[in-house]
Every structure is written in C-alpha cells, then in structure tokens.
C-alpha cells in the first residue's frame, strides 16, 4: 500500500512538471513539495528517458524541457485573452528578460518600459527593420502582456498598483524581480553568447543542438530520447515523420517505451497503424482540448467531423461548411457568428486547434488546402442504420 502510495505521488509530480515546467513556491506549492519529495527518483527516470535535465529548491522545480523540433508554430505564447503572441511581444519579452537580468531587486514598470525602449534602440536590432515606441496604446498593452506573462511564470511579484492604470496613463506598478526563477527560463544546451550564426535558422539549430552519438550504446540512447520526447510533448506521432533510425528502434522497443511512459505518467498507449498517441484519461496534460464548450469548441468538433470524411479540403469550402452552420446554430452560438466575413474567424480558430492537435496540416498559401491527417479519423461519424423488428406479443413491425 504504501508503495503504490509513493508511485502514485511521483506519477502526480512528473505529471505536474510535464504540464507546466516551471513550479514556484507562489503558485505551485502542493506540486512543488511533491516534486523535491520525489526529486531523485523523478531526476534519474528524466535523465534515463528523455535526457531533460530538472533542478529544484525552495522556491522553484524546473524541468528543462527540448521540443521535439524547431519549426511547430502551432503552440504560441498567448496572452490572457489567449490571443497569441505576435513579433513584437516576442522580441519585447527577450528585451524585457535581458533588462531584467540587470535590474535592481525592484522595479517598476515604468522604469522596464524606459530600459526596453532603450534595448529596442540598439542599431543592431534596428537594423532588422523591428520598431518599438511605446507611442501607442497597442503597444505599451503588448509591453503590459509580457509583464503579465512574467507575473504569470514568477518572475515578477507584484508589490502595488495595476497594469490597466498604467495603460490609460494614470499610474504605475511596483514588482519584486525574483532572480532564481529568472535564471531557470533558458533552456537550451548552450548559452546564446556563445553562439556565432548570424541567420535565425541557424542560430536556433546551435541553440537547440545536442552532441552526436559516436557508439552503438549512445545512439541507442539518443533514439529512445528522442522517440520519449517525442511521445510525451506531440498530440500524435506519426511513422511517416520519423526518420529510418527512429521508425526501426520505436518497431523493435515499442512495448517497452510505451510501458514505462504509461507506468511514469499514467498516459495511455493508442497504438495504430499509421502511429502512435498518448491519451491522458484524466485530460490535464493538454492546453488544447477537444472537444470543447461553448462556440470555438462546437465549431471545431463540426469541423472535424467533416473533414474525417475527407482526405483535402479547400479553405473554400470549409468557409461555406462553416456558414451554413453558423445559421444552423446561431441561436446557440455567440453573437455575431451569422455576419459577413464571420465565418473566416471560426474556421481560423477551428485549424488552429486541429493542427496543434496533429489532427490537420494547413497549407496557407494559394490555393489554400488543409489535410486531414489519420488520427481525426476518430471524430467520423457513421451513417444511422434503420432496420424493423417484430414485437413477440402482436408481431407489429418497429423501426429501430
């Protein structure tokens, strides 16, 4: 008994790290005390299996996660009105983490938005053509949603005052600058400086590069990694995305990588022909859902019933799929769905959620196609079949 006591309480701690890697003190206190109860069994099993390091103290657990790739655009940073990031925030929250690094132990957020303007300044980022003024209102709430995210990761403590006061020009806002929580953000295997490439491609390979295994052990290694990562961060793994080496170690060792993801973090095994997922029972382990409430939510399940049945379909179409139905269903749908140009928004919102989930590819140039990919096969729904039995009592046909 108390053994299972103790495996479900590490299963409860990876699971926490696996959905938010970063745990404070503040905001995670139950996860994080499980988390530096467990820290030597839960170390050795990330270290073994995916090769992501994790420290923890007092205050923070911090699991250094590596995404599978570089190029998935599918999961933005998003703002708390979870409208994503745009350039502009991105590069405003490195200058904001890059003035922070040399702030005082307080700060306002006046003085970070002189300091910004002050990084954005540098002719070396000028010269990329990026421009930050703070001159508008767009802009200092784009400056207010990196703060919010920063108070949201615990970085930043709140001591007094209000961002919307200082959006309207009326006030200022006090934080703690909380260094320990600051100096765990970075993840990848070397420091920036230290990186010479000029070309963003290129300078995110170096960033994100991991040494080359150079014996039979160390590849083998270097795959089950990889394949557990793999397996743990993607909705879907598909056997055609993965190269010859990865496709012939997942063939020969998939019950056993399987097995001891499923007994780690309580993630099940969907098994078929074209891949892999791992389905969460308890569906914690996802910041996209489906299906969903409300009106995004009925959209995308309309959506992706109707590409179940298809291989391709135009933007087009679904354009047209999706206002017919905004007139089907505008007494339960939000305000507005029936308007001109309204269905665009629903079918956006609707892809992206399909593609984060790996169930959709979207080409978004011309002529602007979406594939259903295998696993949306799930949400097809079967024709209803009509057949006629005969009651025992008074023979008289019923329709079922």
């Given amino acids: 008994m108390i053994a299972d006591e103790e495996a479900a309480q590490r299963r409860a701690a990876l699971r926490a790290l696996l959905a938010k890697p970063l745990l404070t003190a503040e905001h995670d206190a139950d996860a994080l005390a499980l988390v530096r109860r467990h820290f030597t069994a839960l170390r050795e099993w990330l270290n073994r299996e995916t090769g992501w390091r994790l420290t923890a103290d007092t ?13 998935d655009t599918t999961y ?15 590069v405003a929250l490195c200058l904001a983490l890059a003035v922070l690094e040399r702030a005082d132990a307080q700060t306002t957020l006046g003085r970070l938005a002189e300091e910004v303007l002050n990084a954005a300044a540098e002719p070396e980022l000028t010269a990329t053509g990026f421009a930050f003024t703070l001159d508008s209102r767009a802009e200092r709430a784009d400056l207010v949603a990196v703060v919010r995210m920063l108070l949201d990761w615990g970085v930043l403590r709140k001591v007094a005052g209000d961002e919307d006061a200082y959006l309207s020009a009326t006030g200022d806002v006090l ?5 320990p929580v600051l100096a765990a953000l970075l993840t990848g295997s070397r420091g920036p400086s230290t990186i010479s490439a000029s070309s ?5 390979g170096e960033l994100t590069a991991e040494p080359v295994a150079d014996t039979d052990d160390l590849r083998n290694q270097a795959l089950r990694r990889r394949l557990t990562r793999r397996l743990l961060e993607d909705p879907v793994v598909y056997y055609r995305e993965l190269s010859q080496d990865e496709l012939a170690y997942l063939t020969s060792q998939r019950h056993a990588i399987l097995r001891r993801i499923e007994e780690a973090t309580g993630l099940v095994p969907e098994v078929r022909a074209e891949g892999v997922a791992m389905v969460d029972p308890e569906d914690e382990l996802t910041d996209v859902r ?5 009106t995004d939510g009925h959209v995308t399940l309309l959506v992706a019933e109707h590409l179940a049945g298809r291989e391709r ?16 269903h ?6 507005g769905v029936t308007g001109p140009g309204a269905e665009e928004e629903l ?3 609707a892809l992206g959620k399909l593609a984060a989930l790996r169930l959709v590819e979207v080409d978004d140039g011309p002529p602007g196609e979406v594939r259903a990919l295998p696993a949306i096969a799930r949400y097809a729904l079967d024709a209803p079949r009509v057949r006629e039995s005969r009651r025992r009592d008074s023979g008289e046909a019923v329709t079922v």
């Avoid at 933005?76 to 991105?90: I, L, T, V």
């Avoid at 963003?200 to 995110?204: A, H, S, T, W």
């Fill in 76 to 90: 933005p940073a998003r703002g708390r009105a979870k409208e994503p990031f745009g350039r502009r925030r991105y």
């Fill in 313 to 328: 379909a135009s933007l087009e179409s679904l354009h047209a799929f999706v206002r017919q139905a905004a007139r089907e």
């Fill in 330 to 335: 505008a007494v339960y749908w939000r305000k």
């Fill in 175 to 179: 934080y703690d600058v909380r260094r």
């Fill in 347 to 349: 079918v956006e919102v």
């Fill in 200 to 204: 963003f491609e290129e300078r995110l």
């Fill in 290 to 294: 489906m299906p969903e409430q409300r």
């Fill in 59 to 71: 205050e923070t657990a911090r699991l250094f996660k590596t995404a599978p790739g570089t190029a």
